[in-house]
């Protein structure tokens, strides 16, 4: 399990992109999962405390399509 903080990571608008800083992995992919419909086009990816690339948008996207596979 990957160890806290980890930040996600999307481009909105600006040039720069915009972070959010989470305690662990899993509070982090909540919180992608509640904002998808914001975040899926605006490339988000999840980055470990030294910013090393831990989830890639690609990837995020196949876990929130799956996911809503399965409650169907």
């Known amino acids: 399990m990957t ?3 980890v930040t996600l990571r999307w481009r909105s608008a600006g040039a720069a992109p915009e972070t959010e800083t989470f305690p662990d992995l899993d509070a982090a992919l ?5 904002r998808w419909e914001e975040l899926q086009h605006q490339a988000p ?9 831990l989830i890639t948008t690609e990837q ?13």
Do not use: K
Request: without cysteine.
């Open 60 to 72: 995020l996207q196949a876990a929130i399509v799956e996911g809503e596979d399965d409650e169907e």
């Open 30 to 34: 909540d919180a992608v999962e509640e």
């Open 3 to 5: 160890q806290g903080p």
């Open 45 to 53: 990816q999840i980055l470990d405390a030294r910013r090393i690339l």
